[in-house]
């Protein structure tokens, strides 16, 4: 299945003229234990989880566009960093699912690349994720849709991130805090997911925050996300 391009964010084409529409990203914090490791926070007891505008979401080739205000020194100057990720689109209204069965709800996987305007998420906006995960095209998803038969058990996917050609991430989802399953089924305890809910089940350790010194996006950047089974989502970072 292929992802495209519509007036405000992206759709998976299902065919026969059938476009489903992108509607709702959560995002999941700390799903790796050496990402929380390498900021110095505590690993979560419980999904640690936030949301992202659907409107930032862009395709594969799309270019990733550093607005002004995150270059700004008065707003923390440079902070945009890249984060690996394994999303999971699901293809049917689903609530209180159980672990077991929860799987049943995904239409496919795709990679996912959760770019952050870190003092925007961190210090600007009262504590709050949404901002700094929400601005336009910060949410570069492909290449493509891949079904569950294809990828089989979503746990055991390798995940990596190149920088430039340089590996930054690198990774499996059998490292995941809350397995894909577990998160589906905590997310739609008493809530319904609908058809068209992205979600970006967190990244591995390796960002560039968390370097030193630290590592931030800029023009002229390629990052490329590579999923065992799923392909390569490649964007290249241009200056708004």
């Given at each position: 299945?292929?992802?495209?391009?519509?007036?405000?964010?992206?759709?998976?084409?299902?065919?026969?003229?059938?476009?489903?529409?992108?509607?709702?990203?959560?995002?999941?914090?700390?799903?790796?234990?050496?990402?929380?490791?390498?900021?110095?926070?505590?690993?979560?007891?419980?999904?640690?989880?936030?949301?992202?505008?659907?409107?930032?979401?862009?395709?594969?080739?799309?270019?990733?566009?550093?607005?002004?205000?995150?270059?700004?020194?008065?707003?923390?100057?440079?902070?945009?960093?890249?984060?690996?990720?394994?999303?999971?689109?699901?293809?049917?209204?689903?609530?209180?699912?159980?672990?077991?069965?929860?799987?049943?709800?995904?239409?496919?996987?795709?990679?996912?690349?959760?770019?952050?305007?870190?003092?925007?998420?961190?210090?600007?906006?009262?504590?709050?994720?949404?901002?700094?995960?929400?601005?336009?095209?910060?949410?570069?998803?492909?290449?493509?849709?891949?079904?569950?038969?294809?990828?089989?058990?979503?746990?055991?996917?390798?995940?990596?991130?190149?920088?430039?050609?340089?590996?930054?991430?690198?990774?499996?989802?059998?490292?995941?805090?809350?397995?894909v399953a577990?998160?589906?089924?905590?997310?739609?305890?008493?809530?319904?997911?609908?058809?068209?809910?992205?979600?970006?089940?967190?990244?591995?350790?390796?960002?560039?925050?968390?370097?030193?010194p630290p590592?931030?996006?800029?023009?002229?950047?390629?990052?490329?996300?590579?999923?065992?089974k799923i392909?390569?989502?490649?964007?290249?970072?241009?200056?708004?």
């Amino acid at each position: 299945m292929q992802l495209i391009k519509r007036d405000v964010g992206v759709g998976v084409d299902l065919g026969g003229g059938n476009i489903l529409p992108i509607v709702h990203i959560i995002g999941i914090g700390r799903n790796y234990a050496e990402h929380a490791k390498e900021q110095a926070a505590a690993v979560p007891e419980r999904p640690m989880i936030f949301t992202k505008n659907p409107a930032s979401a862009c395709l594969h080739g799309d270019a990733i566009v550093i607005p002004p205000i995150c270059r700004d020194e008065r707003f923390g100057g440079e902070q945009v960093d890249f984060e690996a990720e394994l999303a999971v689109i699901i293809g049917r209204a689903v609530k209180d699912a159980t672990p077991e069965r929860a799987l049943e709800a995904v239409l496919g996987y795709t990679c996912g690349n959760d770019v952050s305007a870190r003092w925007w998420q961190k210090q600007g906006s009262g504590g709050q994720f949404c901002r700094g995960k929400s601005f336009d095209t910060f949410c570069p998803l492909g290449p493509r849709v891949v079904p569950p038969e294809a990828v089989g058990d979503p746990q055991t996917l390798r995940v990596r991130c190149r920088v430039n050609g340089e590996t930054m991430q690198d990774a499996s989802t059998a490292d995941m805090i809350f397995s894909v399953a577990t998160l589906i089924s905590d997310l739609s305890q008493g809530t319904t997911l609908g058809p068209g809910t992205v979600i970006m089940t967190g990244t591995p350790s390796g960002v560039g925050m968390a370097r030193t010194p630290p590592v931030w996006l800029k023009a002229g950047d390629v990052v490329e996300v590579e999923i065992e089974k799923i392909g390569v989502l490649r964007n290249e970072v241009v200056n708004g």
